[in-house]
């Protein structure tokens, strides 16, 4: 039986035990629904074409759904159930290439947690969940920018399915964790083996440091080579991430990104590295700004289809309302690469405004 059928069952077992009757043991629901719209134009380039090197934001002058989500956490004793589902630019993205279609694209993350051991941290979760690896997360309202970065849109996963653990270990401080997947960005296996994954995250009051080291028969990126799935020839990909994440005070948050990522197959070798660096820094009251520089090498085309090296500049304003639940970004952002990759231009430039808003139960 695969991973993919051991879910529904999963799942159903776990919704049968959740409507049982809650009298015995409380039970707890926490949600959160959440809209992100946009409207971005271009200030450089073709301007009459989507925006190159990004993921959810790819329309230009006009308003776009980005994405409507209901995030469901659901607890009872050992047992829970955690559910991410929505419309919109997000998730369509995110499962275009997934080869199992229907319902799969309208849902991020569904997944089963027990945690078996009484009075331990040991926690188990089975099912489809987003990836460990980047500073950045699908969820914008978490990011300090609007738009994603280049190590986010072209170097790690969105997502995997499988089964992962995660345990402190030594101290509370520092919590580990061992992944088994059906590799990247993709819930039926169809690679004839399955992708690990390590992870290791510590943390202390001024700072968080995070690493994530995946690896498997996985065909990470198919453009370069136009061969289908099932045939093209393949061996291992490998994908190291490690982000420091700074915290000083409460309103101002640094990180720092590193990633290298490659891909062996008997054509060859694809690589592809980079370096992030961003914060959020508070100007008064209810405003913040919110500067990121990147440089991200794609030597031999794996994930933008030419060999390039770019770099990317964005500066992102927001403004948090008195309607707590509400946020509105202003971004500018420059592109450049060192080939003609923007309809025979080096450079793309953008400028952007974005409505978010959250509701949280809590």
């Known amino acids: 039986m695969n991973l993919s059928r051991l879910a529904l069952l999963a799942s159903l077992a776990v919704t049968c035990v959740f409507c049982q009757d809650a009298t015995t043991e409380p039970k707890l629901i ?14 450089s380039g073709n301007f009459a074409s989507a925006n190159l090197l990004r993921n959810f934001d790819i329309s230009s002058n006009r308003f776009e759904l980005a994405a409507g ?13 955690h559910v991410d589902a929505g419309y919109g630019q997000m998730y369509q993205t995110m499962n275009a290439s997934d080869p199992w279609h229907g319902a799969n694209r309208y849902f991020g993350q569904t997944y089963v947690t027990l945690r078996p051991i009484k009075g331990s941290d040991l926690s188990l979760d089975f099912g489809k969940f987003y990836t460990s ?4 997360v699908p969820d914008v309202a978490s990011n300090f920018q609007y738009s994603r970065s280049l190590l986010f849109t072209l170097g790690v996963p969105y997502y995997h399915f499988g089964v992962r653990a995660s345990k402190s270990l030594f101290s509370k401080d520092l919590v580990v964790g061992a992944q088994v997947m059906n590799g ?21 009051k001024l700072y ?5 080291y995946l690896v498997g028969p996985e065909p990470v ?18 994908l190291g991430d490690s982000v420091l994440k700074l915290t000083p005070k409460d309103r101002l948050n640094a990180y720092v990104e590193v990633l290298y990522g490659e891909e062996k197959n008997v054509l060859g070798r694809d690589r592809w590295w980079g370096v992030a660096g961003s914060a959020s820094l508070p100007i008064i009251n209810r405003w913040s700004f919110c500067p990121r520089w990147e440089f991200f090498n794609d030597p031999t085309g794996a994930t933008t289809g030419v060999a390039q090296r770019i770099q990317e500049v964005t500066g992102s304003f927001q403004y948090q309302p008195k309607l707590k639940d509400m946020a509105i970004r202003a971004e500018l952002r420059n592109d450049f690469s060192n080939q003609m990759f923007f309809a025979k231009s080096k450079t793309q430039a953008t400028a952007l405004l974005a409505v978010l808003y959250t509701f949280k139960r809590r």
């Not at 989500?69 to 159930?81: E, N, V, Y």
């Not at 990247?184 to 202390?204: E, H, I, M, P």
């Not at 968080?208 to 994530?212: D, F, I």
């Not at 990126?221 to 061969?227: I, K, R």
């Open 184 to 204: 990247w960005n993709d819930v039926v296996n169809n690679t004839g083996g399955q992708t690990v994954g390590l992870t290791a995250t510590y943390t202390k």
């Open 221 to 238: 990126f198919l453009s370069a080579v136009n061969q289908p799935l099932a045939v093209r020839p393949k061996k291992i990909s490998q």
């Open 69 to 81: 989500s209901l995030d469901l956490q659901i607890t009872k004793g050992i047992f829970g159930f």
């Open 208 to 212: 968080n440091w995070t690493a994530t």
């Open 30 to 43: 926490d949600y959160t629904l959440s809209l992100d719209t946009y409207s971005e134009t271009k200030l």
């Open 133 to 136: 690896a980047g500073a950045e």
